[in-house]
């Protein structure tokens, strides 16, 4: 069994920032990639920030010079920084791994976290 917890998330003012944190507990894997995705109230799940341990982190082109993706190979361990939060930022935002080489889309996520609300008023 493989858990991902995510913790950080909260209400915050538009401009703020949060530092949102992935930890991976239960059976020993080895991740290729672990990335960030949010929903939306009735929108789809989207992809947001991931990191492959053998290369440069990737951004969705909404969050990129905003956001910052950080993480530890060997502990399965992800952060997301999140700068100059927008309303539009609002979401349920959830940490996912996969140990396969791909790593851009969401089914290429083989573990998930229960995700964390964040909230950004305006």
């Known amino acids: 069994q493989v858990q991902l917890v995510e913790s950080g998330g909260g209400l915050v003012q538009a401009g703020g920032s949060l530092r949102l944190s992935c930890v991976a507990s239960?059976?020993?894997?080895?991740?290729?990639?672990m990335g960030w995705f949010r929903q939306a109230p009735g929108k789809e799940r989207e992809f947001v920030a991931a990191?492959?341990?053998?290369?440069?982190?990737a951004y969705s082109d909404s969050v990129r010079g905003r956001f910052t993706i950080s993480g530890n190979n060997f502990k399965n361990t992800a952060y997301l920084q999140m700068s100059s939060l927008k309303p539009e930022d609002t979401a349920v935002y959830y940490c996912?791994?996969?140990?396969?080489?791909?790593?851009?889309?969401?089914?290429?996520?083989?573990?998930w976290g229960q995700g964390t609300q964040v909230t950004v008023s305006a």
């Open positions: 990191l492959r341990w053998s290369g440069s982190p």
């Open positions: 239960g059976r020993t894997f080895s991740s290729y990639a």
């Open positions: 996912a791994a996969t140990t396969s080489w791909s790593w851009l889309t969401i089914t290429d996520y083989d573990y």
